[in-house]
Nanobody, 122 residues
Framework: EVQLVESGGGLVQPGGSLRLSCAAS????????MSWVRQAPGKGLEWVSG????????SYADAVKGRFTISRDNAKNTLYLQMNSLKPEDTAVYYC???????????????WGQGTQVTVSS
């Protein structure tokens, strides 16, 4: 069974940075495309960024392009999201999940972590 555990969330001021991590177990990690998805208060799930299994292809939502960087370390079974120049509108629960940007944004599809809260506020 795939298990994904996110960490690294917290409270940060606008313009600040955070790095999220997602530790995977129970899976041959390199075989899976991975994504970060977020859910802001009172809103639906929003795909943020994705990376191919080997790490050679990345993609980003327009809202985060140029500020966020996705990466992975397959030797450590870990996915990362470096978030810079954070804005209040980035406030959300961030989830890692198996699948690409083309996977259905549905908690019943693929494997998901429990989420980590990111709050951007002064």
């Amino acid at each position: 069974e795939v298990q994904l555990v996110e960490s690294g969330g917290g409270l940060v001021q606008p313009g600040g940075s955070l790095r999220l991590s997602c530790a995977a177990s129970g899976v041959t990690f390199r075989n899976y495309d991975m994504s970060w998805v977020r859910q802001a208060p009172g809103k639906g799930l929003e795909w943020v960024s994705g990376i191919s299994g080997g790490g050679g292809r990345t993609s980003y939502a327009d809202a985060v392009k140029g500020r966020f960087t996705i990466s992975r370390d397959n030797a450590k079974n870990t996915l990362y999201l470096q978030m810079n120049s954070l804005k209040p509108e980035d406030t959300a629960v961030y989830y890692c999940r198996t699948g690409s940007r083309y996977s259905s944004i549905n908690r019943n599809v693929g494997s998901w972590g429990q989420g980590t809260q990111v709050t951007v506020s002064s």
